[in-house]
T-cell receptor, first 114, second 116 residues
Framework: AQSVAQPEDQVNVAEGNPLTVKCTYS??????LFWYVQYPNRGLQFLLK??????LVKGSYGFEAEFNKSQTSFHLKKPSALVSDSALYFC????????????FGKGTRLHILP | KAGVTQTPRYLIKTRGQQVTLSCSPI?????VSWYQQTPGQGLQFLFE???????NKGNFPGRFSGRQFSNSRSEMNVSTLELGDSALYLC???????????????FGPGTRLTVL
């Protein structure tokens, strides 16, 4: 069965410092992996995805994520955090079959401290 | 291009009532998925529709149902509401089924349902 774990409910980072939001997954076969961000009273916004190819994926707003197959991880990173990055971040996984469902993690709340 | 729209944005109902939520996908998108978001359970998949057919279903009771129309608009219905149904219901649209290089999901702002 597919699953996604975001081990941290909340991450606090000082503005200007690098940030990492962790995600590990479990899926049979090769995974499709996603990161979404949710701002207050808004729906989810797509940040980036890993389908195949380079393990380092670059996305919106300066975010990137590294796919690590041996550690089954897909951590979200940004070299220099902005206060405006404060939001709820979701990692998601989907299998390769056409009818596979997308499974979301519980979310990690990111606080960027000015 | 207009984004995914959901109506209504806020809804208050009482236990035992039923509710219908509406989702209009991005023009040209044929797949619509529904999710329930709660603080305790996070985001949970409800169902996915494509070409007016339910293609996938999450682990929710039969009180939760949906449909898709020929113009790809979708509705979900919850009957006999319970307090635990209070949640943000999110709709997402994509071009097609599955996960292709360009088949991303675009989410609407959600409908906040409160059951009293």
């Amino acid at each position: 069965a597919q699953s996604v774990a975001q081990p941290e409910d909340q991450v606090n980072v000082a503005e200007g410092n690098p940030l990492t939001v962790k995600c590990t997954y479990s899926v049979s076969g090769n995974p499709y992996l996603f990161w979404y961000v949710q701002y207050p009273n808004r729906g989810l916004q797509f940040l980036l995805k890993y389908i195949t190819g380079d393990n380092l994926v670059k996305g919106s707003y300066g975010f990137e994520a590294e796919f690590n197959k041996s550690q089954t991880s897909f951590h979200l990173k940004k070299p220099s955090a902005l206060v405006s990055d404060s939001a709820l971040y979701f990692c998601a996984v989907r299998g390769m079959n056409r009818d596979d469902k997308i499974i979301f993690g519980k979310g990690t709340r990111l606080h960027i401290l000015p | 291009k207009a984004g995914v729209t959901q109506t209504p944005r806020y809804l208050i109902k009482t236990r035992g009532q039923q509710v219908t939520l509406s989702c209009s996908p991005i023009s040209g998108h044929r797949s619509v998925s529904w999710y329930q978001q709660t603080p305790g359970q996070g985001l949970q998949f409800l169902f996915e529709y494509f070409s007016e057919t339910q293609r996938n279903k999450g682990n929710f009771p039969g009180r939760f149902s949906g449909r898709q129309f020929s113009n790809s608009r979708s509705e979900m219905n919850v009957s006999t509401l319970e307090l635990g149904d209070s949640a943000l219901y999110l709709c997402a649209s994509s071009l097609s089924l599955g996960t292709g290089a360009y088949n991303e999901q675009f989410f609407g702002p959600g409908t906040r349902l409160t059951v009293l």
